[in-house]
């Protein structure tokens, strides 16, 4: 199945009052509601410009179609008529999938990006593709016997931790895997009888960083995550997602930020994701007495040396993003996983880090965050994957389905 580029703008944009241009409305009011939440029929007027007849019409037959519904509000600080509330509808559901070295995850996320059921399932070794295919299709039949019978399943978005094809979702290469010119679109595809789509797992997520999570309101914004599978990335630039040539955009991982570092998979040393890096903290942190599973969670309270090593990743994080924010310049860096737990017990640290590398002003007014979705960010931004054809034409694209 091909995949979706979303390197159009994630922002829902005016309205139009040319009739020709229909289904760009339909499509900016469900995107409103999608990534904003419930709004009334009258906010939705001053929002997109439209008039209130035709705000009426749209919403109605996003209505007819099963994607919002309306309930009686009364707006705050007003009098008069109530104003109905368009609202999202959470039982149009998108299956999201994400395969990791040690576990399969999938979730179902409905429109308005509410995580609706999940279920985990953790390996004893990497899984192959068959291997990972045949869990994640076992989860999804776990999820589907715990949502409602209204429930619309869409479709289903996979985040991976590799290179992937952008116009064919074949998984060109994930080094963590092990895979390598992997057609899992189309088996996921053929085994769940659904429209998969397949997405690098932090290019994914950052879509949900900028929609759902800290990223909100920043349109040139770049997503660091660390997981057990190493370092990845995303960028938003102008409000629109960047994907490259291939779809391998965002590989800030391999950001070089040492010459005399640990060798990496990729064929060089000192990559970013070798020298900030889970299991170097888990090994730190064993030396220290400190259980692994309590790494993560104790690096504000390190000692020992686990304390150095927490130290010299903070260092190494900063001179990361410094050298990331002199080619992207974004208005804020999201960090996810282990590094927002990083940047959370050495803030300062880093954020001095920072403004020490950069190329001066460029750190200047620059916003550094934790991310706030946790660990339904992956899920979620998969499931963005789903829903973006959605919601660039949702009558054309439901009458296809």
Not at 69 to 87: D, H, I, K
Not at 151 to 175: D, E, K, S, Y
Not at 181 to 193: I, K
Not at 205 to 220: D, E, L, M, S, W
Request: charged share 15%; hydrophobic share 45%.
């Amino acid at each position: 199945m091909n995949v979706p580029t979303q390197n159009s703008s994630l922002l829902a944009g005016p309205g139009s009052r040319n009739e020709q241009t229909r289904r760009h409305n339909l499509s900016t009011i469900l995107t409103t509601v999608h990534h904003g939440g419930p709004h009334s029929r009258a906010e939705l007027t001053r929002l997109t410009g439209l008039n209130r007849s035709t705000i009426g019409a749209l919403t109605s037959e996003l209505t007819n179609a099963g994607l919002v519904f309306e309930s009686a509000a009364l707006e705050a600080g007003t009098v008069g008529r109530p104003s109905p509330m368009v609202n999202p509808r959470s039982d149009v559901v998108a299956l999201a999938i994400n395969p990791d070295i040690d576990a399969i995850e999938v979730g179902a996320v409905g429109l308005g990006g509410e995580v609706l059921a999940r279920a985990r399932r953790a390996t004893d070794h990497i899984p192959t593709p068959d291997e990972a295919l045949e869990i994640a299709v076992e989860l999804v039949g776990e999820i589907r016997s715990q949502l409602g019978r209204t429930t619309r399943i869409v479709g289903a978005g996979a985040a991976v931790p590799g290179l992937v094809h952008a116009h064919t979702g074949v998984i060109a290469r994930a080094p963590h895997l092990h895979w390598e010119d992997v057609s899992w679109a189309e088996q996921l595809s053929s085994a769940l009888g659904l429209t998969v789509y397949v997405g690098n797992d932090a290019a994914v997520a950052v879509v949900a960083v900028a929609v759902f999570g800290a990223g909100q309101g920043a349109t040139n914004l770049m997503y660091l995550n660390g997981s057990a599978s190493g370092i990845g990335g995303g960028v938003i630039a102008g409000g629109s997602k960047l994907v490259g040539a291939e779809g391998f955009a965002g590989e800030l991982g391999h950001t070089l930020v040492t010459s005399n570092g640990v060798a990496c998979h990729c064929g060089r040393r000192g990559c970013l994701e070798t020298e900030v890096n889970m299991d170097r903290l888990h090994e730190a942190a064993r030396a220290s007495g400190i259980a692994t599973a309590d790494a993560v969670e104790s690096m504000a309270t390190a000692i020992g040396p686990f304390a150095a090593e927490v130290d010299r990743e903070a260092d190494m994080l900063a001179f990361g993003i410094a050298n990331l924010i002199s080619v992207f310049n974004p208005d804020a860096v999201v960090l996810g996983g282990f590094l927002g737990n990083l940047y959370s017990a050495r803030q300062e640290r880093i954020r001095a880090g920072v403004l020490a590398d950069a190329f001066s002003p460029l750190g200047d007014n620059l916003k550094i965050e934790p991310a706030v979705l946790g660990d339904e960010v992956v899920l979620v931004g998969a499931a963005e994957l789903v829903f973006a054809p959605l919601l660039h034409d949702p009558i054309g694209w439901l009458s296809k389905s």
